[in-house]
């Protein structure tokens, strides 16, 4: 089972790790326990919204990246989970709007690979580049 708090925990330390901080650092600029961010970066307590923005302010971090990045690490161990199963996930349903299937294209390895082409909402949306 995977568990969000642990990916959250790992993308925390490893941002702080990478700034060179020590948790001591951290803790006392966001204004939360060392012994409590201790386990929040060991994902073994959940963090509260309020929490995150915390430690991510003492981090110098927008939360959408911490986001963008826990969701990244999800899908490749969600990608895991179902290869060791040898299972594929059923499909998702696409959430900014209708899709336009491609033909079938054949993959370097001779297995048909199918496209997806999934249109943007009609309403403008500001998008910038990290």
Excluded: F, H, N, W
């Excluded at 959940?46 to 899908?75: K, N, P, Q």
């Excluded at 299972?87 to 997806?116: C, H, I, N």
């Amino acid at each position: 089972m995977i568990l969000l708090r642990r990916l959250l925990g790992d993308v925390l330390r490893r941002q702080r790790q990478r700034q060179g901080r020590t948790l001591r650092e951290v803790s006392s600029s966001a204004r939360v326990s060392l012994g409590y961010l201790s386990e929040v970066e060991r994902g073994q307590k959940e963090a509260s919204s309020e929490l995150l923005s915390s430690i991510c302010d003492a981090l110098e971090l927008r939360m959408s990246e911490v986001m963008r990045a826990v969701s990244d690490e999800l899908a490749l161990a969600e990608l895991a989970e179902s290869a060791a199963s040898d299972t594929v996930p059923a499909p998702m349903r696409p959430m900014l709007g209708p899709v336009e299937r491609m033909p079938s294209v054949t993959s370097v390895t001779g297995v048909p690979e199918e496209r997806v082409t999934i249109k943007a909402p009609t309403e403008a949306v500001d998008v910038v580049a990290a």
